[in-house]
């Protein structure tokens, strides 16, 4: 609580001591701040809106969602500086880099600030600053997205994977989860870069990197298929060139035969609008998404109970759903935000 919150309580309760007549003082609303890696994505408003809804929910929450407009690592951790300056009762962060926030996780802790993470975790070694992390099971997202080229009848070849950030820890758990089922292995036994490792390789110049620019990326999928035009899968660990329709349909388009064929096998994270017509065209065969809805809300309940002085789980999974150019027009998408 600020200290101008406890201001108001102090000056509340001496109202009340000095009438037996008086109500009882009502609890002082309570700020949770949820600070995410970038606003300009189609997955930052339904965090905000699960944000909002559940502290309309509790009654005496304010939701305060910030975040850069644009991906900047150190905006991002100004803005979580900031606000527990300011004196938030609860935090909820996605860390655009682990390493750097866990610094400002650290601030937290040492203002008595309730800390949970979710959509992005801090590094393995700085989970203690935190109580839990609240999102996707980012390895296993990744398994699903290799699983769904593996069941679209490939045994090898040529992959690029397509990701945001390097130094986002969730999209590199994807990025491991994709490498070990495509070579075979197992998270305890982890793939490198794939070099014909069980039939499969990673061409030069990929993975490629965007920093969550669409832009980038829809032209980083172009260049792609340009310099590797036998390439045999491509998957995206995020929807960032489906979020430029016009711009990735003109990339892959010319492609449609080998699409169709599968001897391109094309998957993407995430399942967000304006990626589902072009899932419904046949310009990738899946989109695997997630439930940036239900991050937003359950980070806030978490925050609750922790101000309460209850106890969380050390991870609250918020699962995915599979979505096929069968159902991207109908189902897909429904159950997500």
Not at 190 to 197: C, G, R, V, Y
Not at 218 to 244: E, F, N
Not at 246 to 272: C, H, I, W
Request: charged share 20%; with cysteine.
């Amino acid at each position: 609580m600020t200290t101008t919150r406890k201001m108001k309580a102090a000056l509340a309760a001496a109202c009340l001591a000095g009438s037996v007549l008086a109500a009882p003082a009502e609890a002082a609303d309570r700020e949770f701040a949820l600070v995410f890696k970038v606003l300009n994505n189609a997955f930052s408003p339904p965090i905000d809106a699960g944000c909002k809804a559940a502290a309309a929910k509790l009654g005496d929450v304010t939701c305060t969602y910030i975040g850069p407009t644009e991906y900047d690592e150190a905006k991002q951790v100004q803005l979580a500086q900031d606000v527990i300056t300011r004196g938030v009762d609860g935090l909820g962060i996605s860390a655009g880099n682990p390493k750097a926030m866990a610094r400002i996780l650290k601030m937290a802790n040492d203002a008595g600030i309730p800390v949970v993470t979710f959509d992005t975790d801090v590094l393995p070694e700085d989970a203690k600053l935190r109580a839990t992390y609240i999102g996707t099971d980012n390895y296993e997202f990744g398994k699903v997205l290799a699983q769904k080229v593996l069941e679209s009848g490939k045994k090898g070849g040529t992959v690029c994977i397509q990701s945001g950030a390097p130094a986002s820890e969730n999209l590199n758990n994807r990025i491991q989860g994709i490498r070990d089922t495509l070579a075979g292995t197992t998270k305890d036994k982890p793939a490198a870069a794939l070099n014909n490792t069980n039939g499969w390789t990673e061409p030069a110049g990929c993975p490629v990197y965007n920093n969550d620019d669409i832009a980038l990326a829809a032209q980083q999928v172009r260049d792609v298929m340009t310099s590797h035009p036998d390439l045999d899968a491509l998957i995206a660990v995020g929807g960032w060139a489906q979020y430029a329709p016009q711009a990735y349909t003109q990339a892959m388009e010319p492609l449609k035969a080998r699409l169709d064929s599968k001897q391109l096998v094309v998957v993407f994270g995430d399942n967000f609008g304006p990626q589902l017509p072009l899932l419904a065209q046949g310009l990738s065969h899946f989109n695997v998404g997630q439930r940036p809805y239900d991050m937003g809300y359950e980070t806030v309940m978490a925050l609750d109970k922790l101000t309460k002085k209850e106890t969380v789980p050390p991870m609250i999974i918020t699962g995915t759903e599979v979505c096929t150019p069968e159902n991207a027009q109908t189902t897909c998408g429904k159950t997500t935000n």
